[in-house]
């Protein structure tokens, strides 16, 4: 079985008599959350538990908050420790005023029929109004798991975080895609299709000039207009992320498998000129793989990495490896003389790497097998990984 979650944002309607004892007690669990997550940073633990035992009684004695919201500060404190000690970071985290609360089924309660929740805080539970907007009506029938309230722009939203379980298929639809991610195209994949940037692009130097003058006056209506529209860029750039991982989704069978480069490491390797810098570094490629991972999981479908290196130097037809193939956005192979699109070369060679790893793979664990040429390759690729048993995919160069 899979799990699908999605998150269902609405407006709040509260009473205006209500909003100060909510965001009383959004500042009593961030000082919470804190206190948490000071302990744990001071002691060197992430351990929910362990804080809990430390931190527990005093909290009861310092706020006014009711137990469960308590746990859930605690909760929130372990997960950011946990984060820091995965991504090896030692900065201490500062938790920023109203931080938006998370509530369980003991801290709230959920009336669909009335649309209606109510909210556990400071001064007993508050009744929340809200509705639904219809785009979201569609995950009507999924199970509600949490509610976060959030504080934003002066407006309370409440955050419904549904789940959904399906079947796992382990039939191979037989189709493997490669995807390769740029500037200039934001995406190209090997059936290809091309996702063009140009439009991005251009928006965004039209930001950052707008953003250079704005910081150039320093006033207080230029600091409030460049918050603007910073939020505004981010919107944006949001929302074309959204269109073209529903089309690169969209545009993949069922069951399927899609392949991008693990490109985790890329900010800290790449150096160039000031203006490419910034484009470069404006480049929100991890938006892009985060979308089309949670998209993809809703039809079945596998997402993998490889490793980039080379991948745009290597011909997808020959293999050979020549820093003189790429000129610009032209491929032209010096040893086959093949020659396409550099992106769309790209996006084959890794298509063709996620083959030759999993069959290297599959050779270093199970036992030695024999690939007569590049067909039975990507065959032997997706039934040792899939399950399939497939007559002619279309994965062959």
């Not at 073209?244 to 993949?252: A, E, M």
């Not at 590049?374 to 995919?393: D, H, T």
Request: aromatic letters at 10%.
């Amino acid at each position: 079985m899979v799990t699908l979650t999605r998150t269902i944002q609405t407006l709040a309607e509260i009473d205006p008599c209500d909003s100060s004892t909510l965001l009383q007690t959004m500042e009593e669990y961030r000082i919470a959350a804190q206190t948490a997550s000071d302990y744990g940073y001071n002691h060197k633990t992430a351990s929910a538990i362990k804080i809990h035992h430390q931190t527990d009684t005093n909290l009861r004695k310092t706020t006014n908050l009711p137990s469960q919201l308590i746990c859930a500060s605690r909760n929130k404190a372990s997960e950011v420790l946990k984060s820091l000690k995965e991504k090896k970071k030692k900065s201490q985290p500062h938790f920023k005023y109203y931080l938006p609360i998370r509530y369980d089924r003991r801290s709230s309660t959920i009336l669909p029929d009335q649309s209606l929740v109510t909210l556990a805080s400071v001064k007993g539970r508050i009744r929340v109004h809200y509705q639904i907007p219809e785009y979201f009506k569609k995950y009507g029938n999924w199970e509600r798991r949490g509610i976060e309230l959030v504080y934003r722009n002066k407006l309370f939203y409440i955050y419904f975080v549904v789940e959904k379980k399906i079947k796992d298929s382990k039939i191979h639809s037989g189709e493997v895609i490669g995807v390769d991610r740029g500037i200039k195209n934001i995406a190209v994949d090997s059936k290809n299709h091309f996702y063009n940037g140009k439009h991005v692009r251009e928006l965004k130097k039209r930001y950052f000039r707008l953003r250079r003058s704005l910081q150039k006056k320093g006033t207080r209506s230029a600091k409030r207009k460049l918050r603007k529209t910073r939020e505004r860029e981010r919107r944006f750039q949001k929302d074309v992320n959204h269109c073209i991982s529903k089309k690169l989704v969209g545009r993949s069978q069922h069951n399927s498998t899609i392949v991008f480069e693990n490109l985790k490491h890329i900010r800290a390797s790449m150096r160039g000129r000031k203006r490419m810098n910034r484009e470069f570094h404006s480049w929100s490629f991890f938006q892009l793989e985060e979308f089309v991972r949670y998209k993809a999981k809703e039809k079945g479908i596998i997402f993998k990495e490889v490793d980039p290196q080379y991948t745009s130097q290597k011909c997808s037809k020959c293999q050979t490896i020549n820093q003189k193939n790429r000129k610009g956005y032209l491929f032209r192979c010096q040893n086959c003389a093949y020659t396409t699109d550099a992106d769309r070369n790209a996006a084959l060679n890794i298509r063709n790497d996620y083959f030759n790893d999993s069959i290297k793979l599959f050779l270093e664990i199970e036992a030695p097998i024999i690939v007569h040429n590049r067909k039975n390759l990507a065959e032997v690729g997706i039934s040792i990984f899939s399950g399939a048993q497939i007559s002619s995919p279309n994965v062959a160069s």
